[in-house]
T-cell receptor, first 114, second 116 residues
Framework: AQTVTQSQPEMSVQEAETVTLSCTYD???????LFWYKQPPSRQMILVIR??????QNATENRFSVNFQKAAKSFSLKISDSQLGDAAMYFC???????????FGAGTILRVKS | ETGVTQSPTHLIKTRGQQVTLRCSSQ?????VSWYQQALGQGPQFIFQ???????GRGNFPPRFSGLQFPNYSSELNVNALELDDSALYLC???????????????FGPGTRLTVL
């Protein structure tokens, strides 16, 4: 069974600084998807970024980028120029290529200090 | 384009009762997945509906059941509520071809269920 591990229960970053959230996963599949979702106090789960495992290039969405290390089964999220609105719970998630379910990690709470 | 909506926002029930939660999928999506998120934890997959048929189920007992309607909206029903059923219930919609392709899941705001 696939598992996703987020080893940082909580992280803090100063406004305008950069922070990296860690995620590792376990799978025997060669093709799959990885995601980062953000869940602010409003509870709505918002997609931040998506990575296809068959793509070597790391995904980027504005201030958000990932470091995808397939051999190490590592998928970290880098947030540049952190803003107060980035404060939320961040979840790393995995899905097989044709799968029907997301497998989530336990989440990392990100606090942004002004 | 309308996003995923869920109703009600909050719900309080007592142990042994039954509850129905509702989800309207995003325009253009034909697949709805339901997740249970206990406090302080990541969401757990309950089941998925694709074109009105159940398309996979997580490790949840049969008292968790669902429906999908021709307009791709969906219901989650939970019978014989237990205290541990207290959680945030998230619905996610996506577009897919069963067994061939599933696009990214987009989530609704959730329903907070409290069982007393």
């Amino acid at each position: 069974a696939q598992t996703v591990t987020q080893s940082q229960p909580e992280m803090s970053v100063q406004e305008a600084e950069t922070v990296t959230l860690s995620c590792t996963y376990d799978t025997s599949e060669s093709d799959y998807y990885l995601f980062w979702y953000k869940q602010p106090p409003s509870r709505q789960m918002i997609l931040v970024i998506r990575q296809e495992a068959y793509k070597q290039q790391n995904a980027t969405e504005n201030r958000f980028s990932v470091n995808f290390q397939k051999a190490a089964k590592s998928f970290s999220l880098k947030i540049s120029d952190s803003q107060l609105g980035d404060a939320a719970m961040y979840f790393c998630a995995y899905r097989t290529l044709y799968g029907n379910k997301l497998v989530f990690g336990a989440g990392t709470i990100l606090r942004v200090k002004s | 384009e309308t996003g995923v909506t869920q109703s009600p926002t909050h719900l309080i029930k007592t142990r042994g009762q039954q509850v129905t939660l509702r989800c309207s999928s995003q325009s253009g999506h034909n697949t709805v997945s339901w997740y249970q998120q206990a406090l302080g934890q990541g969401p757990q997959f309950i089941f998925q509906y694709y074109r009105e048929e159940e398309n996979g189920r997580g490790n949840f007992p049969p008292r968790f059941s669902g429906l999908q309607f021709p307009n791709y909206s969906s219901e989650l029903n939970v019978n014989a509520l237990e205290l541990d059923d207290s959680a945030l219930y998230l619905c996610a919609s996506s577009w897919g071809l069963a067994g061939a392709y599933t696009d990214t899941q987009y989530f609704g705001p959730g329903t907070r269920l409290t069982v007393l």
